[in-house]
């Protein structure tokens, strides 16, 4: 068995233009609220959950709508297109707004900063799903945690990539003591790393003739598929199978809600409780994700050996010590440590190890015909999840204390600890790796 990792990095590509913007979105668009239009944490939480609830509709609408399109280019990437293409030009027009405010306040331009953000969501909704499909579309099933291992990678890149610009442009001894900062600069470097991505997936991926190659050769191989055909086409999983889809639902929107509580109030969490700016912050969220970097090809390579459940468990154990120890890191110091450092590698390590395999064992199973549904199935887990600890996360750190927001992530990823307890379906096999001698060829 033999992965084709050239191919993978790019297809990757999609998905690092993904995350170099939600990256963007979660460390600035809430200091934007909050410091330029004085939103309190309640209201700015709501609308930083407003992107999750129109998630909820739009990943598995438009991941279902690209599994039934069919055109010259493919199945996915006229939404990759469009989409991207229609975010860069939107979401240069979030920090236009946010200067024209601090010069001149108007309650105008905070209406239209936010109708704008809500376009912007909806373009970015329009291609996540179908991105994020085209690994498994081009990847037999054996082989995706490998593939996905690569997939998180490049979006590990992109997010590294961002916060590296970021230190360099606002670190602590620039924004320091102004009363507003200008992102315009930041918000142009993301959306042209955007486009260049974008253009490279597009003049370098062929998907129909990729998506043949592979679906000739699941063919070969019944006993990969879980689901259960009706006659029609159309999945039916078994009663065990939907049992297990539904726990690894659960564990995904619970070890989301405590992750995503960190990383959308991190900015504010450090500014708030050990008085350091978006550089310091950034700094750190930079050493979780080159954690995260390094942790990727290993962890893949480790999920084919011990299976994708067990490594899952292994990541939540340890993502919920992280956070645990995040909590007396952080109260007991009013500046970023070594040791801190050491625990945000952690914490990359172990959201590696988790987010490598979640996505390959939901679509495990299914059919290559509903790889879009299925992904859409892990985005409104995870976007539930994302939708409502923001908001959650900013009420309770308003009402009693900001210090509340680590034990509250490391509350919820244990949970996921229990639910994965019961999902019996989705892990490699190893039986699996017969009658892929073929596939070598593949590999050019």
Request: charged share 15%; with cysteine.
């Amino acid at each position: 068995m033999k992965l084709n990792n050239k191919r993978t990095i790019l297809v990757g590509l999609a998905f690092l233009s993904i995350c170099a913007f939600w990256q963007m979105y979660d460390n600035v668009v809430p200091l934007i609220l909050k410091q330029t239009f004085h939103m309190n944490e309640t209201l700015a939480g709501v609308i930083m959950g407003a992107d999750n609830v129109l998630a909820l509709f739009l990943l598995p609408f438009f991941g279902t709508l690209s599994d039934r399109t069919n055109t010259k280019i493919g199945k996915r990437m006229p939404f990759i297109i469009f989409g991207s293409a229609a975010a860069i030009i939107l979401m240069n027009l979030l920090p236009f707004l946010d200067n024209s405010y601090a010069a001149v306040p108007a309650n105008g331009k905070i209406v239209v900063f936010v109708i704008l953000l809500g376009l912007l969501l909806i373009a970015m909704g329009t291609y996540r799903s179908p991105a994020v499909a085209l690994m498994p579309d081009v990847t037999p099933k054996p082989l995706r945690s490998k593939a996905n291992a690569i997939i998180n990678l490049m979006g590990a890149v992109g997010g590294i990539i961002y916060l590296g610009i970021t230190s360099v442009m606002y670190p602590n001894s620039k924004t320091q003591g102004l009363d507003h900062v200008n992102y315009q600069p930041l918000f142009i470097i993301v959306a042209a790393i955007m486009l260049v991505a974008i253009i490279l997936l597009y003049f370098t991926i062929k998907e129909p003739k990729l998506v043949a190659e592979n679906k000739a050769l699941e063919e070969k191989h019944p006993e990969w598929n879980l689901a259960e055909d009706d006659g029609s086409g159309h999945e039916i999983l078994p009663p065990a199978v939907k049992k297990s889809l539904g726990f690894l639902l659960a564990s995904i929107a619970l070890w989301f809600i405590g992750y995503n509580g960190v990383t959308t109030w991190w900015t504010n969490y450090v500014a708030e409780v050990m008085g350091q700016g978006l550089g310091g912050a950034s700094t750190c969220l930079m050493v979780a994700t080159g954690g995260a970097i390094i942790s990727y090809i290993p962890i893949g390579i480790i999920a084919s050996k011990i299976g994708r459940k067990t490594t899952i468990r292994i990541g939540i154990v340890l993502l919920a010590a992280c956070f645990a120890l995040g909590y007396v890191l952080t109260t007991t110091s009013d500046h970023i440590t070594v040791i801190m450092f050491i625990v945000f590698a952690l914490v990359g390590f172990a959201w590696a190890a988790i987010n490598v395999n979640s996505l390959p064992m939901v679509v495990e199973m299914c059919k290559g015909s509903d790889i879009g549904k299925f992904t859409g199935y892990y985005y409104t887990a995870s976007m539930a999840a994302q939708v409502v600890t923001p908001a959650l996360a900013g009420t309770l750190m308003r009402s009693i204390s900001y210090k509340v927001l680590f034990p509250y992530a490391a509350v919820f990823v244990a949970l996921s600890f229990v639910t994965m307890s019961f999902v019996k379906h989705g892990d490699s096999k190893a039986e699996a790796k017969k009658g892929l001698a073929a596939f070598e060829d593949m590999d050019d």
